[in-house]
């Protein structure tokens, strides 16, 4: 079993979809227990998080980043039902793209991989609403709120979310990072975020010693 967990993950992290699907279908044929569930599904993260180092030290790029994602979904939506237990979670994220930027890219290769990474995330989509933000924090009390912008105008509204998350009392609560290709260290003191990353595999690090104390 250990054999085919090994060999599951390097099929995601070298996307070679046709094995990746192969070795799924014949480890979901075998009946496999809960514990090789989850198993299978901590290879198949691992997998995907190598991914991300490969497209950090530039092996790989957009794309193979964007198909790594979907690889991954595909094979988690096939384990993940069988698991009477849901898989513990490391943390929770509220993520969104800024109020007036429609950009996703980046923002759902970033979810795809903090997923990954056993972080439970509420991805708000596009263009969200500062008060969205506020209610899903309040809601779910998340320990990061992650906010995406491409655009030069989504740093005023990436502020006025940090500024109405601290208006609501829950500031101090939450780690705020923010992320886009306009984003340094200037605009993250102005919008009042602990940390900035232009870098999806950066981003999921940052969370992680976040919530690893």
């Not at 990746?20 to 979901?28: G, W």
């Not at 979810?111 to 972080?119: E, I, K, N, T």
Request: proline content about 3%; overall charge negative.
């Amino acid at each position: 079993m250990m054999v085919q967990m090994e060999e599951l993950s390097k099929a995601i992290a070298d996307l070679d979809e046709p094995k990746v699907l192969k070795l799924a279908e014949e480890f979901l044929a075998s009946e496999p227990s809960e514990a090789d569930l989850n198993r299978a599904i901590k290879a198949c993260q691992d997998g995907m998080v190598e991914v991300g180092n490969r497209y950090e030290a530039k092996e790989y790029f957009l794309p193979e980043l964007i198909f790594g994602a979907e690889i991954l979904r595909d094979v988690m939506s096939r384990m993940m039902p069988l698991l009477k237990v849901a898989p513990a979670r490391i943390g929770k994220v509220v993520l969104g793209t800024a109020h007036g930027d429609i950009h996703d890219i980046g923002k759902n290769i970033v979810r795809d991989m903090l997923d990954a990474a056993g972080f439970e995330v509420y991805d708000l989509g596009i263009d969200v609403p500062v008060q969205q933000f506020v209610d899903k924090v309040r809601e779910t009390s998340p320990q990061i709120v992650g906010i995406s912008g491409l655009l030069t105008l989504a740093t005023e509204t990436m502020k006025d979310t940090v500024d109405a998350i601290k208006d609501a009392g829950l500031r101090d609560r939450v780690k705020v990072i923010i992320g886009g290709n306009l984003v340094e260290e200037g605009v993250r003191a102005y919008v009042g975020a602990d940390r900035f990353t232009k870098s999806a595999a950066e981003g999921v690090e940052i969370c992680k010693k976040w919530v690893e104390g």
